[in-house]
């Protein structure tokens, strides 16, 4: 896929991973509409990023705001061709503690916006791009969904969240080969510890002993290295229905 001049969206674009991945796609000649939150700083994102950047706010849960914000990209840009799903949300707590079993209404708060709300952006997403004309390879569009190593490595009051991206992980290859006949590439990254707003908030002595558990680099992840990964993954054409583990080689222990 040749990404200067394509139409691209990234759910979870005014921060983090989305915010990082936004910047390197427009940096490589894209048009891009960052999908967040109204009370993200998705507008001053978009200013800051000048010529090229948009901001269409909307609720990833919510189908007719997905739809509003993906329509207006296309509309501002003639067609998307790149979509970026970074948007997500996380919750610690045991399955029972002292105080009685996990509550149930986060655990589905954790489901609808990183599951849900990964595969409402992905069917409207999948849809647009379905029209467009297939470029010298067939191909129409490629989407890239972000999981986490805790669908594999689900730590201890992890269970939302372990569930929820194990979710992602499980829909990757049906939705690739569901949408294989229409020219349209689905990959999935899965992130180790990345210095993202999630982690930016813990002390220091905690966010250093979480690197020491990463065998090399020792260090949090940078999120324009899950941006570079996002970008070739965009660029070359036989990955598809994938999983891509961006870790620095680490498998979470039981704690933190």
Sequence with gaps: MDIHGAGAVVTGGASGLGGATARELLAAGARVAILDLPRSNGEETARVLGRG???????VTKGDQVEAAIDRAVKEFGGIRIA????????????????GPHALEPFQKVMEVNVVGTFNAIRFEADRMSKNPPDADGERGVIVNTA????????????????????????????????????????TIAPGLFDTPLLAGLPEPARQALAANIPFPKRLGRPIEYAHLARSIIEN??????VIRLDGAIRMPPKG
């Excluded at 950047?53 to 609720?59: L, N, S, V």
């Design 53 to 59: 950047a948009i901001f269409c706010a909307c609720d």
């Design 84 to 99: 970026v799903n970074c948007a997500g949300i996380g919750w610690a707590q045991r399955t029972v503690t002292k105080d």
């Design 148 to 187: 986490s190593v805790a669908a594999y490595d689900g730590q201890i009051g992890q269970v939302a969240y372990a569930a929820s991206k194990g979710a992602v992980v499980a829909m990757t290859l049906p939705v690739a080969r569901d949408l294989a006949s229409l020219g349209i590439r689905v990959v």
């Design 237 to 242: 054409g036989m990955l598809n229905g994938e």
